[in-house]
């Protein structure tokens, strides 16, 4: 059935020249909240107060969007083009992104390639959080990563768009050289 053709998408076919796609995440999925509960507490933040419209509590709790249902949406419409998919969850990009890549590649991500939510700036700028802390404690508004061939990638943005999610082109596949980092953020 759908669920076995998910597992079986495990990465191995990933190669130099593939493209990354990122999903937007609708905040910080479980991930970092010790971090942030942190931030919150040395910001003296107003958890009642409004944040771009909401309370600011419900933007930081905001359930984890789940991409099962788009994926084999796409899967279906699409057999084959899907080589790889990572949830960016129990941790940021860069430590979650590796665990779909071949050894001998690299993901590298363009970050202007999508935008950081508010919700990302208000803790980075709160908490003096570094670039590369974030990146890997946060999804950084990237709930999964995507990969597919360069030909398919517009076509699998558009079918995810259509989906109902919002998805970006946020990178490249490329030979990794000697044992650098899985995925770099540029």
Same mark, same amino acid.
């Given at each position: &059935?759908?669920?076995?053709?998910?597992?079986?998408?495990?990465?191995?076919?990933?190669v130099?020249?593939?493209?990354?796609l990122?999903?937007?995440?609708?905040?910080?999925?479980?991930?970092?909240?010790?971090?942030? #509960?942190?931030?919150?507490? #040395?910001?003296?933040?107003?958890m009642?107060?409004?944040?771009?419209?909401?309370?600011?509590?419900?933007?930081?709790?905001?359930?984890?969007?789940?991409?099962?249902?788009?994926?084999?949406?796409?899967?279906?419409?699409?057999?084959?083009?899907?080589?790889?998919?990572?949830?960016?969850?129990?941790?940021?990009?860069?430590?979650?992104?590796? !665990?779909?890549?071949?050894?001998?590649?690299?993901?590298?991500?363009r970050?202007?390639?999508w935008?950081?939510?508010?919700?990302?700036?208000?803790?980075?700028?709160?908490? !003096?959080?570094a670039?590369?802390?974030?990146?890997?404690?946060?999804?950084?508004?990237?709930?999964?990563?995507?990969?597919?061939?360069?030909p398919?990638?517009?076509?699998?943005?558009?079918?995810?768009?259509?989906? &109902?999610?919002?998805a970006?082109?946020?990178?490249?596949?490329?030979?990794?050289?000697?044992?650098?980092?899985?995925t770099?953020?540029?």
């Amino acid at each position: &059935g759908a669920v076995e053709k998910v597992d079986i998408i495990d990465g191995s076919k990933i190669v130099p020249g593939d493209v990354v796609l990122g999903l937007a995440s609708s905040g910080a999925h479980s991930n970092g909240y010790s971090l942030i #509960r942190k931030i919150i507490e #040395r910001a003296g933040a107003d958890m009642d107060a409004a944040f771009h419209g909401r309370p600011f509590r419900d933007v930081v709790m905001e359930p984890t969007r789940i991409y099962v249902k788009p994926m084999l949406a796409v899967m279906q419409a699409m057999p084959g083009v899907v080589m790889g998919m990572a949830h960016i969850t129990g941790g940021g990009i860069t430590e979650n992104v590796p !665990r779909v890549l071949p050894a001998n590649v690299v993901a590298e991500l363009r970050r202007d390639s999508w935008e950081l939510p508010p919700v990302f700036q208000w803790l980075q700028t709160q908490g !003096r959080v570094a670039d590369a802390e974030m990146h890997r404690v946060f999804n950084c508004g990237v709930g999964m990563v995507v990969v597919v061939s360069a030909p398919d990638a517009d076509r699998t943005v558009a079918q995810l768009n259509a989906a &109902g999610e919002t998805a970006w082109v946020i990178g490249d596949i490329r030979a990794r050289n000697g044992d650098e980092a899985q995925t770099l953020l540029a």
